[in-house]
């Protein structure tokens, strides 16, 4: 079984200045307020508005997907990585083996795979960007446990002929990279895995 998991409504945080060190680490910071996208050097960078459209985009892929809303958002040299995903689809008899590698090794691979998931609940709890990544904590309500998670994906300006991507304005983003770890023992559990099930009044003992 191939799962993804990410993304929808969204609850900006407070303004923050771009990183203005060029050389340094880029820091997470909470979103920009600008509609435009801003410069580090000569490399333009995401703005607030694009990177809450970009976040929104995504989970409509996790919660409403569309073969037409995934090909528009994706690089197509797309990967993803997740552990707790990788856990998910390797269960039961997952191995060493089976952990550290791609989960999505391209857009096809994504297409193909999340195609085939039912939809799952999402919601954004938080939300920042640094010049080309933007940064989710998430929420998915599912029952009977609540799964959260957190998702890093790498953006950059939309390459022509590769579906077109998300901006306000004219400068399109799409998405060429994820990286996400969330509770999968919590997932597992949801999916009835009777290792990871809820028991009714339990109470932890020494």
Avoid at 48 to 74: H, K, M, P, R, W
Wanted: charged residues 10%; contains cysteine; negative net charge.
């Amino acid at each position: 079984m191939r799962l993804l998991v990410l993304a929808a409504s969204l609850a900006l945080a407070a303004a923050h200045p771009p990183f203005n060190h060029p050389g340094w680490p880029s820091q997470p910071h909470p979103t920009n307020p600008a509609a435009q996208p801003y410069w580090h050097g000569d490399t333009a960078c995401i703005s607030t508005s694009d990177a809450s459209l970009i976040a929104t985009s995504f989970g409509l892929t996790i919660s409403n997907y569309t073969e037409a809303l995934a090909v528009q958002l994706f690089t197509n040299n797309f990967t993803d990585q997740s552990d707790s995903v990788n856990t998910l689809i390797h269960e039961p008899g997952l191995q060493a083996k089976d952990l550290g590698s791609l989960t999505f090794a391209s857009k096809a691979d994504f297409l193909a795979g999340q195609g085939a998931q039912p939809p799952v609940p999402f919601k954004i709890l938080d939300l920042w960007n640094t010049c080309d990544t933007v940064i989710i904590r998430w929420l998915s309500a599912q029952s009977p446990l609540p799964v959260q998670g957190i998702s890093i994906a790498t953006v950059q300006p939309a390459p022509e002929g590769q579906g077109g991507g998300f901006g306000v304005g004219s400068q399109k983003w799409q998405i060429s990279k994820i990286v996400a770890e969330f509770n999968s023992g919590a997932w597992l559990g949801d999916l009835g895995y009777p290792e990871c099930k809820v028991v009714a009044n339990a109470t932890a003992t020494t």
